[in-house]
């Protein structure tokens, strides 16, 4: 804290030094944290969480006043590169986003919220919809599944959708049902693993909890809400090398049932009467004070608790250059937000004035486990909506296939991380497809259908990014190594709908700890951005069938 303190300082006294021939009357500067931490040495984790210099329960707010920068300085993002505009970086929103954002519930969650401020209206599944051109709707569903839409003021009946789809879900570890758990004098949570986790990473982690609970009201109802609790709370441990000689010769192999079971505190003989006598034997009563703690309630209204093992270190950038982007959950959170603010940002008044087709953002939940459930892209969630959205903006039109027509002429961008070729493992990648990092979204190809791109969703896709200076790059696996799949097969065979699978180049993908670059960032928004403004009048130039 005291280095952070120092490089305020310094900062402070320089810009003292050189505005002191200015006015006077010059207005005061609210800088961002991330603008100013982006290019101070990250000796301090204080300068690593966009949240340090503002007002919470541990932080006094921070404002730097009258604190005048180079244009270099204050720009997260090249005068010269691609993703510069009027908008300017999101990279210090996605920050927020990411640090926010610690279970698939709370990425909904402030989904939700970011569309409120933005005016979209809220929609129920259970109520009946009254849409019309202009209007800006969403709805969410188990609060981990979102779908936003905006409709173009000269939208017809049969006029396609343009979607872009992603998830809220990572690999990650959960507590069990039961998650009581004691050895050896310790107090351990049982825990599964949620997904296909790089597990040896979770390793000596300053870990804690987060998810949703169900709480039981005064007058008998339940109440749903989100709980996260922010200090370092569990750890796994890794065993000495001392008492393992060979896990540099023979690999760490740790057993996931045995071995991975989180720490939270050692017992005492002595502990409170009241907590051993609540009946809450399925969890521990020290874990149920914690979460009551952060509730503001009794333990005994807590019915129910679902909840994610999670990394605490905060997102941040990071490098010499501070070029990347250091967090956990960049697969798939940030492809998520990309998309979400692509469409706020393109749906103002003026952007829906001359279009004729529904832009629409969808975030669904267990991608990572085959996404087969409700909230998941295996639920018909997305076709629903479109056909309800259809009937709705119908009224009483009634012609031959209006749903059908519309899914034809609609196309969907299936946005998920993909692989950046890794300096010390190049082999991994064929020779000819090794995306970088800085270089664009990537657009991924298979040929045994792995991924959704066809040769036409392809050049659609590139075209729309050509059009405003984008760069893409290629992937394509070895032929001797299997594939990843996305959302995108599962909604194309789904629907039928054309589509195209591309993603934000990353580095240790499914790991606590992931990287990206920071550029990609910005050209991953502006792309989905123009996909929205441009994609009408680009599908128009080309007949397939």
Same mark, same amino acid.
């Given at each position: 804290?005291?280095m952070?303190?120092?490089?305020?300082?310094?900062?402070q006294?320089?810009?003292s030094?050189?505005?002191?021939?200015?006015?006077s009357?010059s207005s005061s500067?609210?800088?961002?944290?991330?603008?100013?931490s982006s290019?101070?040495?990250?000796s301090?984790?204080?300068?690593?969480?966009?949240?340090?210099?503002?007002n919470n329960?541990?932080?006094?707010?921070?404002?730097?006043?009258?604190?005048?920068l180079t244009?270099?300085?204050c720009?997260?993002t090249p005068?010269n590169?691609?993703?510069?505009?009027?908008?300017?970086?999101?990279?210090?929103d996605?920050?927020d986003?990411?640090?926010?954002s610690?279970?698939?519930?709370?990425?909904?969650?402030e989904?939700?919220?970011?569309?409120v401020?933005?005016?979209?209206?809220?929609?129920?599944?259970?109520?009946?919809?009254?849409?019309?051109p202009?209007g800006?709707?969403?709805f969410t569903?188990n609060?981990s599944c979102l779908?936003?839409?905006?409709? @173009?003021?000269?939208?017809?009946?049969?006029n396609?959708?343009?979607?872009?789809?992603?998830?809220?879900?990572?690999?990650?570890?959960?507590?069990?049902?039961?998650?009581?758990l004691?050895k050896?004098?310790y107090?351990?949570?049982n825990?599964?693993t949620y997904?296909?986790?790089?597990?040896?990473?979770?390793?000596?982690?300053?870990?804690s909890?987060a998810g949703?609970?169900i709480?039981?009201?005064?007058?008998?109802s339940?109440?749903?809400?989100?709980v996260?609790v922010?200090?370092?709370?569990?750890?796994?441990?890794?065993?000495?090398?001392?008492?393992?000689?060979? =896990?540099n010769?023979?690999?760490?192999?740790?057993?996931?049932?045995?071995h991975?079971?989180?720490l939270?505190?050692?017992k005492?003989?002595?502990a409170?009467?009241?907590l051993?006598?609540?009946?809450?034997?399925?969890?521990h009563?020290?874990?149920?004070?914690?979460?009551?703690?952060?509730?503001?309630?009794?333990?005994?209204?807590?019915?129910?608790?679902?909840?994610?093992?999670? +990394?605490?270190?905060?997102?941040?950038?990071? @490098?010499?250059?501070?070029e990347?982007?250091?967090?956990?959950r960049l697969?798939?959170?940030?492809s998520s937000?990309c998309a979400?603010?692509?469409?706020v940002?393109?749906?103002?008044p003026?952007?829906?004035?001359d279009?004729?087709a529904?832009?629409m953002?969808?975030?669904?939940?267990?991608e990572?486990?085959?996404? +087969?459930?409700?909230q @998941?892209a295996?639920?018909?969630?997305?076709?629903?909506a479109?056909?309800?959205?259809?009937?709705?903006?119908g009224?009483?039109?009634?012609?031959?296939s209006?749903?059908e027509?519309a899914?034809?002429r609609?196309?969907?961008?299936s946005a998920d991380?993909?692989?950046? =070729?890794?300096?010390?493992?190049?082999?991994?990648?064929?020779?000819h497809?090794?995306?970088?990092?800085?270089k664009?979204?990537?657009?991924k190809?298979?040929?045994n259908?792995r991924?959704?791109?066809?040769?036409?969703?392809a050049?659609?896709?590139?075209?729309v @990014?050509?059009?405003?200076?984008l760069?893409?790059?290629?992937?394509?696996v070895?032929?001797d190594?299997?594939?990843?799949?996305?959302?995108?097969?599962i909604l194309?065979?789904?629907i039928?709908?054309?589509t195209v699978?591309?993603g934000?180049?990353?580095?240790?993908?499914?790991?606590?700890?992931?990287?990206?670059?920071?550029e990609d960032?910005d050209?991953?928004?502006?792309?989905f951005k123009a996909?929205?403004q441009?994609?009408?009048s680009v599908?128009q130039?080309?007949n397939v069938?």
């Open positions: 804290m005291a952070a303190a120092a490089a305020i300082a310094r900062l006294h320089a810009s030094s050189s505005s002191s021939s200015s006015s009357s500067v609210l800088i961002k944290p991330y603008s100013v290019k101070l040495t990250h301090s984790s204080f300068f690593c969480n966009p949240n340090s210099f503002r329960n541990t932080r006094s707010s921070i404002i730097i006043r009258r604190l005048h244009p270099s300085l720009s997260s005068e590169s691609p993703a510069s505009g009027p908008g300017g970086s999101i990279v210090g996605l920050l986003y990411l640090n926010e610690w279970t698939q519930f709370h990425a909904t969650a989904a939700k919220r970011q569309l401020a933005a005016g979209f209206h809220l929609l129920s599944e259970n109520d009946d919809w009254e849409l019309k202009g800006r709707y969403f569903r609060m779908v936003a839409f905006a409709i @173009g003021e000269k939208y017809s009946v049969g396609g959708f343009h979607v872009i789809a992603a998830h809220t879900d990572s690999p990650c570890l959960k507590l069990k049902p039961k998650s009581a004691s050896t004098n107090l351990m949570v825990v599964q997904g296909g986790g790089l597990w040896h990473t979770w390793f000596d982690r300053d870990l909890v949703r609970v709480l039981r009201a005064d007058d008998g339940f109440q749903h809400k989100l996260k922010k200090r370092p709370l569990l750890r796994v441990p890794t065993l000495a090398i001392h008492l393992d000689r060979t =896990v010769q023979d690999g760490f192999k740790p057993n996931l049932e045995t991975l079971n989180p939270l505190a050692t005492h003989d002595d409170s009467s009241d051993k006598d609540k009946n809450k034997s399925f969890h009563p020290l874990l149920m004070q914690i979460l009551s703690e952060e509730l503001g309630c009794e333990i005994d209204d807590i019915a129910n608790i679902e909840l994610n093992i999670c +990394d605490t270190q905060p997102s941040c950038l990071g @490098g010499a250059n501070n990347f982007i250091f967090s956990g697969d798939n959170l940030a937000f979400l603010r692509a469409l940002d393109s749906c103002g003026q952007d829906l004035s279009e004729h529904i832009r953002v969808a975030l669904f939940d267990n990572e486990v085959g996404s +087969d459930s409700m @998941g295996g639920a018909p969630t997305m076709f629903q479109m056909k309800r959205i259809t009937d709705s903006l009224n009483q039109y009634i012609r031959e209006i749903i027509r899914i034809r609609s196309f969907l961008v991380m993909a692989h950046g =070729v890794h300096p010390n493992f190049m082999e991994k990648h064929e020779e497809h090794r995306p970088e990092l800085h664009g979204l990537v657009i190809h298979n040929a259908q991924y959704a791109t066809s040769g036409t969703t050049f659609l896709f590139k075209e @990014g050509k059009i405003h200076n760069p893409t790059q290629d992937f394509v070895r032929n190594m299997g594939c990843g799949s996305t959302i995108g097969p194309a065979s789904g039928g709908i054309r699978d591309c934000i180049p990353q580095l240790s993908m499914h790991s606590v700890r992931e990287i990206c670059g920071k960032i050209i991953a928004y502006n792309h996909f929205y441009t994609f009408s599908d130039k080309l069938d």
